[in-house]
């Protein structure tokens, strides 16, 4: 996984991949995972899901999955209808194209994992206002 590039990977699970890369750089071979990274990997795995986060951090998902179920993590599911750390947005301000641009490419996610790409080429920003709600539905 050296030199893979990080598109569409949120910023903390990257820094966690970029952690395991450091460790297994100077690792020994036969070394065992440190309970620190286990432990950061399962709390990514609580926010993204374990098997983004497997394939993320180069681990075995069934490893992943029964540390995560061990430490009691709630799983994305369970932590959306638990209640929410941070509030949902309402609103969000797409910043101004520049001059000329008339392609973007929008990515979403809701908390349930749900995520939708758009890949539009030639439209105003009202339109991809406009075809995002149309697309996405409106959120309860």
């Known amino acids: 996984m050296a030199g893979r590039k990080a598109v569409g990977i949120p910023v903390p699970l990257e820094r966690t991949r970029e952690q395991f890369e450091r460790w297994r750089k100077t690792r020994r071979r036969g070394t065992r995972i440190p309970n620190r990274l286990w ?3 399962v709390e990514m795995a609580g926010h993204y899901g374990v098997n983004r986060t497997a394939g993320t ?3 075995d998902y069934y490893a992943l999955k029964k540390r995560a179920q061990q430490e ?3 799983s994305r599911r369970a932590a959306k209808s638990a209640g929410r750390k941070h509030p949902v947005p309402t609103f969000v301000e797409l910043p101004a194209a520049p001059a000329g641009a008339t392609e973007c490419v929008i990515e979403m996610e809701k908390a349930s994992g749900t995520k939708m790409r758009v890949h539009l080429k030639g439209v105003a920003a009202a339109d991809v206002v406009s ?7 409106a959120e309860s």
């Not at 075809?131 to 539905?137: E, I, T």
């Open 39 to 41: 432990h950061a990997a």
């Open 72 to 74: 009691k993590v709630p």
């Open 131 to 137: 075809v995002s709600r149309s697309l996405w539905g």
């Open 57 to 59: 951090l180069g681990l």
